[in-house]
């Protein structure tokens, strides 16, 4: 239980606001990305110090680089957090990432003049400036930082007598000037894409906004006429049951007074749903959840529905394990299973069987409802949970349907954190199966 718990909230949805400006969009990108990633990269220069002392001992210019480096990592690290920089943290990761590049340019430099190969500055250079057209930061200080890159390129190369006479140093120009080209394209296409999904972004939220206003202003205008029209179409049902039993004899006006009788009477109940569906969505339904025998509940549905089994000549087989504990509101629950009986009692042709079963199973409780109908097709199956739908089924005894049973029953077992799923095939029957958590029995 604990783990479904867990995965529940990881699957829930947040409703993220994206920032006002594009501008704020890309400060949160680079908060987000770049900066750890950054900071984590000047850290890591401290380990190359000792090193370079010995490797180096003539060049003290490459331990200060460190120092230095290390130190504005600290200085990162702090102001990060400061709601300052939390706000302007682009500008703070454009600084740390020109200095980055300024002190990598000046190492690769210098590191050549001693024993590595010219193709390592060459190659450090390419990482660079591949690495300065994914930074997201503003296009413009994107082409400044590749431009500042270059510059320190050729100042340390022409400082360092770097030249290209060579085919292999030649090589490594080639590369150079690709990896220039690369990021430039990166740059602006990136930067395009930013801009898009920003703005995409933003229309969604916005569009979110309005229907979570609309949304709610339409339950709010449901309850109102459904609270509205239920008093007199319950007033409309008790005059006519008083009717019925004052015109007796007279055998068009019983017929016309059952008629309705019945239709109103399915009226308040779709009234009744739509109630029920709004106050879920609403989160204004509140739960009386005690310990019950789901066997019992299960038990006593059977027991109220044979009467509209027998009159189709239906027979309906009951089963349930003992000890069927669960948590639950015993009404909603109740609920729950006469929408489930009653549908196979409506859509099952006269003299078909129909199965309810209670059982255990691990840790959850399995209510099974099968019956002998027509069964739902694969485009049903589709829409099955869906509000006001209709189905390829019909009722076989001229009873009605609202449509809302199966959206509700949806609704109410998700409420006791339990799944119902279908089995069928047309015209092979189904089989709907609830699954309840079950309540864990103390020791004795």
């Known amino acids: 239980m ?11 949805e947040i409703d993220f606001k994206p920032p006002a400006t594009f501008k704020a969009e890309l400060n949160r990108l680079s908060n987000a990305v770049v900066m750890p990633c950054v900071i ?64 990598t340019a000046v190492i690769l430099g210098i590191v050549p003049t001693s024993a590595v190969n010219k193709s390592v500055y060459m190659g450090g250079f390419c990482i660079i400036i591949l690495i300065v057209g994914l930074v997201p930061i503003q296009k413009f200080h994107a082409f400044f930082l590749l431009f500042s890159t270059l510059v320190i390129f050729l100042i340390v190369g022409y400082h360092y007598n770097i030249t290209f006479k060579t085919s292999k140093e030649l090589y490594g120009l080639y590369n150079v000037l690709i990896s220039i080209a690369a990021s430039i394209a990166a740059i602006s296409f990136l930067d395009r894409i930013r801009k898009d ?56 006006a019983v017929e016309k007074l059952r008629k309705m009788y019945r239709s109103t009477n399915q009226m308040v109940k779709l009234i009744t749903g739509l109630l029920e569906i709004a106050s879920i969505e609403s989160g204004k339904l ?64 006269h003299g078909k069987s129909i199965w309810v079963s209670v059982k255990r199973k691990d840790s959850r409780v399995l209510i099974k409802v099968r019956d002998e109908g027509p069964g739902f097709t694969e485009e049903d199956k589709k829409k099955l949970f869906g509000r006001f739908q209709r189905l390829s089924a019909k009722p076989t005894g001229d009873e009605s349907s609202s449509g809302l049973g199966l959206a509700l029953t949806r609704e109410l077992v998700k409420l006791h954190d339990g799944e119902i799923r279908l089995e069928s095939q047309w015209e092979k029957g189904c089989e709907f199966i609830v699954e309840l958590p079950l309540q864990e029995l103390e020791p004795e």
């Open 286 to 349: 509140e739960l009386n959840k005690v310990e019950v025998d789901v066997g019992e509940i299960a038990g006593g549905v059977v027991k109220n529905n044979r009467l509209a089994s027998e009159k189709k000549n239906q027979e309906i087989i009951y089963n349930a394990e003992e000890n069927c504990i669960i948590n639950a509101d015993r009404m909603l629950l109740q609920q729950v299973l006469e929408n489930l009986v009653s549908n196979a009692i409506k859509f099952s042709p």
């Open 40 to 103: 984590m990269a000047i850290f890591s220069w401290i380990l190359y110090i000792p090193l370079d002392k010995v490797l180096y001992p003539e060049f003290r210019l490459i331990v200060y680089l460190r120092l230095g480096l290390c130190l504005t990592g600290l200085v990162s690290f702090a102001l990060h957090f400061t709601p300052y920089f939390k706000k302007n943290g682009h500008i703070l990761v454009y600084i740390i990432m020109y200095y980055v590049e300024y002190a």
């Open 197 to 252: 999904s920003y703005e995409k972004s933003l229309v969604i939220y916005q569009t979110n906004e309005e229907l979570k206003k609309a949304n709610k202003l339409r339950r709010e205008l449901l309850e109102i006429a459904a609270h509205d029209l239920k008093d007199p179409l319950q007033v409309i049902i008790g005059y006519t049951d008083l009717l019925l039993t004052k015109f007796q004899e007279d055998r068009f």
């Open 2 to 12: 604990a783990i479904r718990r867990f995965f529940k909230d990881v699957n829930a």
